[in-house]
């Protein structure tokens, strides 16, 4: 069956970094994009980055520009962000989920609330603290 694991969270001090990974099985993830979200306690559930199925690029929310990269390894069927100079703030239970077409305004009017998610795995907690 199709299937989205999310591994490599844990507790890192602020300016920190880790390798958060996505992997799946039951499909190859090369056919999909791929977003990662995020959800803090008390917070909705925000995304926060995409890597696309055709030409492989890469978006960002402002949030996460800069100290956040999304990048795939084909060859292991897993995608993965890694997360670099990590905040206070970036702690929360991360997801990644499969989708057809990264939402882009500027190019498709599309948001994260109006696109379609195929897969969404259970996702890993990071938590930031001193």
């Known amino acids: 069956q199709e299937q989205l694991v999310e591994s490599g969270g844990g507790l890192v001090q602020p300016g920190g970094s880790l390798r958060l990974s996505c992997a799946a099985s039951?499909?190859?993830?090369?056919?999909?994009?791929i977003a990662w979200f995020r959800q803090a306690p008390g917070k909705e559930r925000e995304g926060i980055s995409c890597?696309?199925?055709?030409?492989?690029?890469?978006y960002y929310e402002d949030s996460v520009k800069g100290r956040f990269t999304v990048s795939r390894d084909n060859a292991k069927n897993t995608v993965y962000l890694q997360m670099n100079n990590l905040k206070p703030e970036d702690t929360a239970v991360y997801y990644c989920?499969?989708?057809?077409?990264?939402?882009?305004?500027?190019?498709?009017?599309?948001?994260?609330?109006?696109?379609?998610?195929?897969?969404w795995g259970q996702g890993t907690q990071v938590t930031v603290s001193s």
């Open positions: 989920t499969a989708l057809l077409q990264c939402p882009r305004r500027d190019l498709y009017g599309s948001t994260w609330d109006t696109t379609v998610y195929e897969y």
């Open positions: 039951g499909f190859t993830l090369d056919s999909y994009g």
């Open positions: 890597i696309s199925r055709g030409d492989g690029r890469t």
